[in-house]
C-alpha cells in the first residue's frame, strides 16, 4: 500500500487547509484511515481517523470542532479539513491506513505550518 499525502502549507492563525491521502496498491482489506502529527520535540499523535466501511470517526480532543475527517471511496481518498488553525497545530501530518491484525501503512508525511 502506498499513501500519498499532499495539502500541507504554511497559514496564518485562524486560516483554513485541507489534506489529501490517496491510496494505491494492495488496498484491499483497508479498514481504517487516519492522520497523525508530529511537532518538534514531540510524540506522534493521533489527529483524527475515519474507519472506510461505515464512516465512524474519531477525533483528538485538541481539534474537535475545528478538523473534519472525511473519505471518498470511489477515490480511494481520505481528506482532512482543518479550519481555525492554531499555532500549535503546526506538525509534520502523517497519513495511515490499517487493515486488520495490526497491520500499518504510513504516508510521507506533510508539513503544515501555522503562523501567530
Known amino acids: 500500500v502506498q499513501l500519498q499525502a499532499s495539502g500541507g502549507g504554511l497559514v496564518q492563525a485562524g486560516g483554513s487547509l485541507r489534506l489529501s491521502c490517496a491510496a494505491s496498491?494492495?488496498?484491499?482489506?483497508?479498514?481504517?484511515m487516519g492522520w497523525y502529527r508530529q511537532a518538534s520535540g514531540k510524540q506522534r499523535e493521533l489527529v483524527a481517523s475515519i474507519t472506510i466501511g461505515g464512516g465512524r470517526t474519531n477525533y483528538a480532543d485538541s481539534v474537535k470542532g475545528r478538523f473534519t475527517i472525511s473519505r471518498d471511496n470511489a477515490k480511494n481518498t481520505v481528506y482532512l479539513q482543518m479550519n481555525t488553525l492554531k499555532p500549535e497545530d503546526t506538525a509534520v501530518y502523517y497519513c495511515?491506513?490499517?487493515?486488520?491484525?495490526?497491520?500499518?501503512?504510513w504516508g510521507q508525511g506533510t508539513l503544515v505550518t501555522v503562523s501567530s
Open positions: 495511515n491506513a490499517g487493515k486488520p491484525r495490526g497491520i500499518a501503512y
Open positions: 496498491g494492495n488496498i484491499f482489506g483497508i479498514n481504517i
